[in-house]
């Protein structure tokens, strides 16, 4: 059985730039999760959406904005790009049994660099 | 504000030497306490759920015990390919929000 996939795994952009990533979750799984990763730092919780709703959106700008079709695959959006943008974007799903509580299943992640 | 805490932040081991990793918690009424394992540059990896006090569970090396406030992951004899960083994640009592992370703890082991 495929596992969250994400795509693409390496971005090279500048400030300024906008840029879509995007994750398909674990077949049967409604819930897309997004988190950021920067160097060193923790998990940082960006967007949770179940069954094409926004559930939850983490304490970040409204540049990060994503959304998520009908098929349960889901995309991030970063516009106005900013040197501290650049982290691993991390993209995870779930069923949606316990709210909030289900177990999370991570893809391998996109990186993205600002220059 | 829901807090997890893990501890040490680092920590080297020679393989075999046995240790556990600390992750502490405050949410009131746990749904649920989660241990991923990451390797550098990938997402993390699902290895457990424990859900009530006194609950452990095992794999391989490691087995993931729970109290009332902490829950430890010890590592039996680890072996070089355990080196990675260890993740604890709580869920919120109730609502519409995900997992809090703690910032994780680096584990080495030295052959």
């Known amino acids: 059985e495929a596992g969250v996939t994400q795509s693409p795994t390496h971005l090279i952009k500048t400030r300024g730039q906008q840029v879509t990533l995007r994750c398909s979750p674990i077949?049967?799984?409604?819930?897309v999760y997004w988190y950021q990763q920067a160097l060193g730092l923790g998990l940082q919780f960006l967007l949770w959406?179940?069954?094409?709703?926004?559930?939850n959106r983490g304490n970040f700008p409204p540049r990060f904005s994503g959304r998520q079709f009908p098929n349960y695959s889901s995309e991030l959006n970063v516009n106005a790009l900013e040197l501290e943008d650049s982290a691993l974007y991390l993209c995870?799903?779930?069923?949606?049994?316990?709210?909030?509580?289900?177990?999370?299943?991570f893809g391998a992640g996109t990186r993205l660099s600002v220059l | 504000e829901d807090q997890v805490t893990q501890s040490p932040e680092a920590l080297r081991l020679q393989e075999g030497e046995s240790s556990s990793l600390n992750c502490s918690y405050t949410?009131?009424?746990?749904?649920?306490l989660f241990w991923y394992r990451q390797d550098p540059g990938k997402g993390p990896e699902f290895l457990f759920t424990?859900?009530?006090a006194g609950e452990e569970k095992e794999k391989e090396r490691l087995k993931a015990t729970l109290t009332k406030k902490e829950s430890f992951l010890h590592i039996t004899a680890p072996k070089p390919e355990d080196s990675a960083t260890y993740l604890c994640?709580?869920?919120?009592?109730?609502?519409?929000?995900?997992?809090?992370f703690g910032k994780g703890t680096m584990l080495l082991v030295s052959p």
């Open positions: 995870a799903s779930s069923l949606t049994v316990r709210q909030g509580a289900d177990i999370q299943y």
């Open positions: 077949s049967g799984h409604t819930s």
């Open positions: 959406y179940d069954e094409g709703e926004e559930r």
């Open positions: 949410v009131s009424g746990l749904r649920g």
């Open positions: 424990l859900y009530s």
């Open positions: 994640a709580v869920p919120p009592n109730s609502g519409y929000s995900t997992l809090t």
